[in-house]
C-alpha cells in the first residue's frame, strides 16, 4: 500500500493550495482517507477525513478547506483557501477503514509529508 501526498509550497497569507493524495494497493472506495498536519515542535494535529461520502473538519479549518475524493482516480484531495501563518506545517494523508479511529489519529496506513509554508 502506497499514500503518495502532493501539491505543498509556499503561498502567502490568504492564499490558497490544494494537495492531493494518490493512493494505491487497497480497494480505495472502501477507506476512510483523512490529511493530518504537523507544525515544528507540535504534536500531529487532525485536520479533516472523508468517509466515502461524508467530510468532517477540525473546528479551525472548517469554511476554509474542503476535503474531496475520486474514486475513479484513487485519489483523494485537500482544498485550502484563506490560508493562514498558523496552518504552515508538513500535512499527510492517511487511510483506515474505521472513521472513529482515523480521526483520533490511528490509521492503518500514513503515506510521507508535503510541506505548506504560509508566510504573513
Known amino acids: 500500500v502506497q499514500l503518495q501526498a502532493s501539491g505543498g509550497g509556499l503561498v502567502q497569507d490568504g492564499g490558497s493550495l490544494e494537495l492531493s493524495c494518490s493512493v494505491s494497493?487497497?480497494?480505495?472506495?472502501?477507506?476512510?482517507v483523512a490529511w493530518f498536519r504537523q507544525a515544528p515542535g507540535k504534536d500531529r494535529e487532525f485536520v479533516a477525513a472523508i468517509s466515502p461520502s461524508n467530510p468532517y473538519y477540525t473546528k479551525s479549518v472548517k469554511g476554509r478547506f474542503t476535503i474531496s475524493r475520486d474514486n475513479t482516480k484513487n485519489t483523494a484531495f485537500l482544498q485550502m483557501t484563506r490560508l493562514r501563518p498558523e496552518d504552515t506545517a508538513v500535512y499527510y494523508c492517511?487511510?483506515?477503514?474505521?472513521?472513529?479511529?482515523?480521526?483520533?489519529?490511528?490509521?492503518?496506513?500514513w503515506g510521507q509529508g508535503t510541506q505548506v509554508t504560509v508566510s504573513s
Open positions: 494497493g487497497l480497494t480505495f472506495s472502501t477507506y476512510v
Open positions: 492517511a487511510a483506515d477503514k474505521n472513521f472513529g479511529y482515523i480521526i483520533t489519529g490511528v490509521s492503518e496506513f
